[in-house]
Structures are given as structure tokens and as C-alpha cells.
């Protein structure tokens, strides 16, 4: 199964949204929202910014991998 690897992110400070492009086999850990400048991080028990969110888990997880 191809991985998703476009997720629209929402900052959970501002509520700005973005798509981005996630990395194929990491986790992103820190996010700059373009609008308000915050760095987000994950919430406690995720991996990355993308699975607390964004609209598509990191593509290891969707794959069942390690991704840390």
C-alpha cells in the first residue's frame, strides 16, 4: 500500500491550515505555523506533528513501521 504523504496541518494556536508534503520514512517533530510563528510539537503519546495535526498520520505509521 502507497502511503499518503500530503497532510493539511492545523495549528492548534491559531487555527491556520497548510498542506504539506510529510518525509517518507521520519517524523517531523517541529512545525513553524507560517501565521501566528508558533512551534508546534506533538501532543503527548504521537510521533510527530502530523499524527496530533494533521488530516494524514506520518507514513511509517500508516505503514504499521517504527517511525522514531
Known amino acids: 500500500m502507497e502511503a499518503i504523504l500530503e497532510s493539511t496541518i492545523t495549528c492548534p494556536k491559531c487555527g491556520h491550515s497548510k498542506e504539506e508534503l510529510m518525509p517518507k520514512i521520519a ?3 517541529f512545525y513553524e ?3 501566528c510563528k508558533e512551534i508546534i510539537r ?3 503519546g504521537d510521533c510527530c506533528v ?6 494524514a498520520v506520518c507514513p511509517p505509521i500508516q505503514q504499521n513501521k ?3
Open 33 to 35: 505555523c507560517e501565521s
Open 27 to 29: 517524523c517531523q517533530f
Open 50 to 55: 502530523f499524527c496530533s495535526y494533521g488530516t
Open 66 to 68: 517504527s517511525c522514531c
Open 42 to 44: 506533538p501532543k503527548e
